[in-house]
């Protein structure tokens, strides 16, 4: 088998599950463990608890910044 960088669920490493892409950059939601999320957004990132949660505040700061997302 090659050398090959592991993807992040076979590291164990934190990836976005969740994004938006914007004219104004993405907007990425990645799973920390224990319910809790990491948020990141063009020069913001914030940590939520909560999966209901992350995604609402995702959600928004895309909305804010003019991006669209699925229903």
Known sequence: MPNRKPEPWESGAA???LWIETAQGNFEM???GEDRFRITAPG???LVTG???AERTTEAL??????AFPP
């Open 44 to 46: 913001h990132e914030q």
């Open 51 to 53: 999966l209901e949660e």
């Open 15 to 17: 990836a976005p599950f």
């Open 62 to 67: 895309a909305e804010q910044a003019g991006g």
């Open 30 to 32: 990645s799973a920390l």
